[in-house]
């Protein structure tokens, strides 16, 4: 007999909580036994005592939060079903970032799915999304509104060269997010025919070398450095580092810098122009409006709860569906990733 949805799963105040299998999915504070979704640090945070994810998920949680992250881990293949206190779990690819898996959570004949942030578009820096089955689908909103329709990041990548061909003295520092974003920015540019040497912040380093050795090519990568150096090597060079990085003093050492960044927000031209951006590129980490509603007509699942975002939007357009609807109104999620 199926359970009801939420004896299985519901909010509480450290995140979404499993009863019955006594674990939290991506809490917001330290708890006793975690599933993470992602190493992004609005989902994945340190001292809790038990955390069970992907392999590549609590590589870079150590990477991020050091050896001592957590009490104790487990590494739970894609696919494989583990039983957790009579629960059910397993982990899906989201195609979100390295390691990025959905969870499903099954007991009685009922499962959930708790998505995580996940995109559909093509990312050669991460296992793709699958579509998984479920009673309940638990969708981000992050983009959930029908304003958002995300162009080809192929595009946006010849923006970037028609500015590197118009300014060719000037050092482009592309502003993407540490983990997932900037590999996959690199990545971009790589697969777009870019061969000169990517000059990165040292906040990047490890986690392309970790990407690195995860099998993804990011091709020449040089620390954006600029002691004891002849400036005159970043002239019409791309520099990649976080959006924060560019603001402060480290930026301005380099030749006449022109401000990109990477991010589905690029699409709203008041947040570049208060960025001060000057070449916004609209490349985003998560599904646009179309790739939302798609994926839950593709799932049909009885229920959709909607999570940190634009959450009414998505659940009305649910109900016109006739499908079941409901904002979680989580708090502690950010939009950082973008």
């Known amino acids: 007999m199926a359970m009801r949805f939420d004896a299985l799963l519901y909010p509480a105040p450290e995140g979404l909580y499993c009863p019955v299998g006594r674990f939290y999915v991506d809490p917001v504070r330290p708890v006793e036994r975690a599933l993470i979704t992602h190493g992004h640090s609005d989902h994945a945070r340190s001292g809790h005592g038990h955390v069970l994810a992907t392999r590549q998920t609590l590589d870079i949680m150590r990477i991020r939060y050091g050896e001592d992250f957590c009490g104790s881990e487990q590494?739970?293949?894609?696919?494989?079903?583990?039983?957790?206190?009579?629960?059910?779990?397993?982990?899906?690819?989201?195609?979100?970032?390295?390691?990025?898996?959905?969870?499903?959570?099954?007991?009685?004949?009922?499962?959930?799915?708790?998505?995580?942030?996940?995109?559909?578009?093509?990312?050669?820096?991460?296992?793709?999304?699958?579509?998984?089955?479920?009673?309940?689908?638990?969708?981000?909103?992050?983009?959930?509104?029908?304003?958002?329709?995300?162009?080809?990041?192929?595009?946006?990548?010849?923006?970037?060269?028609?500015?590197?061909?118009?300014?060719?003295?000037?050092?482009?520092?592309?502003?993407?997010?540490?983990?997932?974003?900037?590999?996959?920015?690199?990545?971009?540019?790589?697969?777009?025919?870019?061969?000169?040497?990517?000059?990165?912040?040292?906040?990047?380093?490890?986690?392309?070398?970790?990407?690195?050795?995860?099998?993804?090519?990011?091709?020449?990568?040089?620390?954006?450095?600029?002691?004891?150096?002849?400036?005159?090597?970043?002239?019409?060079?791309?520099?990649v580092g976080p959006s924060s990085a560019f603001a402060d003093r480290w930026a301005r050492r380099f030749n006449d810098p022109l401000p990109a960044f990477a991010s589905g927000w690029m699409m709203v031209r008041q947040r570049a122009k208060q960025g001060g951006v000057e070449l916004p590129l609209v490349i985003s980490d998560h599904c646009d409006w179309p790739e939302l509603t798609d994926t839950i007509s593709e799932l049909h699942p009885a229920e959709v709860w909607v999570t940190h975002g634009r959450e009414e939007a998505l659940v009305r357009w649910c109900e016109l569906q006739g499908v079941k609807a409901r904002p979680l109104h989580l708090v502690g999620y950010e939009d950082e990733a973008e």
């Open 75 to 239: 590494a739970a293949a894609f696919g494989e079903e583990i039983v957790v206190n009579g629960v059910t779990v397993s982990f899906h690819p989201a195609g979100h970032v390295l390691g990025s898996a959905q969870i499903a959570i099954a007991k009685d004949a009922t499962r959930i799915v708790v998505s995580g942030d996940y995109k559909r578009r093509p990312d050669p820096t991460c296992a793709p999304y699958e579509p998984v089955t479920c009673d309940v689908f638990i969708t981000e909103a992050t983009f959930g509104l029908p304003v958002f329709h995300h162009p080809d990041p192929a595009g946006e990548m010849a923006k970037l060269y028609a500015s590197l061909r118009q300014f060719p003295e000037r050092t482009h520092m592309v502003g993407a997010y540490a983990l997932g974003k900037a590999q996959r920015v690199i990545r971009l540019l790589r697969d777009t025919g870019y061969n000169e040497p990517i000059y990165i912040h040292g906040a990047m380093e490890r986690l392309c070398d970790y990407y690195v050795s995860q099998g993804i090519d990011l091709g020449e990568l040089r620390p954006a450095t600029v002691e004891g150096r002849d400036k005159s090597l970043f002239k019409g060079a791309v520099v």
